[in-house]
């Protein structure tokens, strides 16, 4: 195999946005992945991308997101451009629920000029008239958007071969070879890679890598099912409350989402998943009782006993990298991420410490994210 500027280790949505951005900037890379492409967690999603400002950031954390938000209708726009793949992005607005009793997050938005507004029961009558609105107050999110998880992957994959991407798929890593504190190749099933720089987006199969670099921190799979559902209901906002999610996606179809459940890497789905998908849909929204369950699925999340991404230079290794650990977060933190890569690969100033997501879990600043989902 011909040696390369960088090889990429995974395929997901965060692998496929860093092979873009880095490719867009000259460098030779390759893109390998163990199975055939887009299956895993980036293709299972929801696609929810919450709004956000990124010059008005608390913390590293939120910067992810809301420099993402800020990436997302450029990007859109570049890869139609590129391939003429629509990713669906579109600003379709959200409105989360929170329980009267609860504190929501309402002074960190306002401190990053995030637009939300709190709607009453008489408004929300004109927004949805559907939702049942219970014991929650209600917030409005117009910038709030989504992306089609399947269509966003084939954009990146189709951008990043017209930029000269070489992909392997169906090609397991399976160790690294070092010399002190260099990596000289990957080790494969089919034989070895060779290239100056080695970027590990593995999900939740990360842990041997940072096993093998002494990293503590430990990523595990979270699994999340999912449902689709048809109805004829109009709807068009997201709605969120606490971990669960109703994405309306056009054209009578809405995604609902989703369980957490720490089963391994069983990436199979369960009668009782959709039993509580379909009631939590039905509790926010009574009319789906008749609607018509087309299609379950799951995923795994690569969850973080850090409770934030890894993202940056392995400790060990001059020449290795890592992003992994985005949990809940990956496709709304993706092209945020893949900025970090570039920046420190190109040795750029980015505004934030590009190696904040490689330190200790005793992070200063509050972690808390804006938004759940
Ligand atoms: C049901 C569900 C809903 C979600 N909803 C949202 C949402 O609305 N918004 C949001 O931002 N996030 C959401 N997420 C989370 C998001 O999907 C993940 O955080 C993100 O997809 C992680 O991307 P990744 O590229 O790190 O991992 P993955 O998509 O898992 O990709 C990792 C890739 O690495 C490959 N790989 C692993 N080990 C090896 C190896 N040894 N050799 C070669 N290849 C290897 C795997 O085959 C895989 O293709 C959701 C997740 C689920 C499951």
Redesign the pocket.
Known sequence: MESQDVII????????NTAYELAKNKFKVSL????L?????????????PPGNPNLAANPINWLRAKSSAIFPALSAELLQCTNINNGYSKCGGLELTPFYEESNELGWAKEHIVFERINSLDLKTLNPHLNPRDYKTTYFPEMA?IR?PRHLKALAESCKLLGVRFYND????GIMKKGGRVLGLE?ETGIFTADQFII??????A??LKHEGIETQIFP?????LLLQSPLPLKEIILKDKH?I?PRGEGLVLV???EEEVGFNGGTTAEGKEHLFKIACDLIPEFSNAKIIEQ??????GSSKSTPLIGKSPASDNLYF????????????PATALILKSILMHEELGIDNQYFMKSSEQTEPNKPLFQ?
Do not use: E
């Not at 492409?37 to 991308?49: F, L, N, Q, T, V």
């Open positions: 280790v995974g395929a997901g949505v965060i692998g496929l390998v992945d163990q199975f492409p887009y299956r895993k967690a980036s293709w299972a999603g929801a696609g929810i991308i989504q998880n090609c397991k890593i399976t494969s987006t593995a999900g939740p199969w990360s041997d890598f979270v699994r999340g099912q999912m999610y994405v989402g989703s369980t699925w799951s995923g795994l999340r690569p992003a992994t650990g985005h949990f809940r977060q990956g496709l709304q933190t993706s989902s």
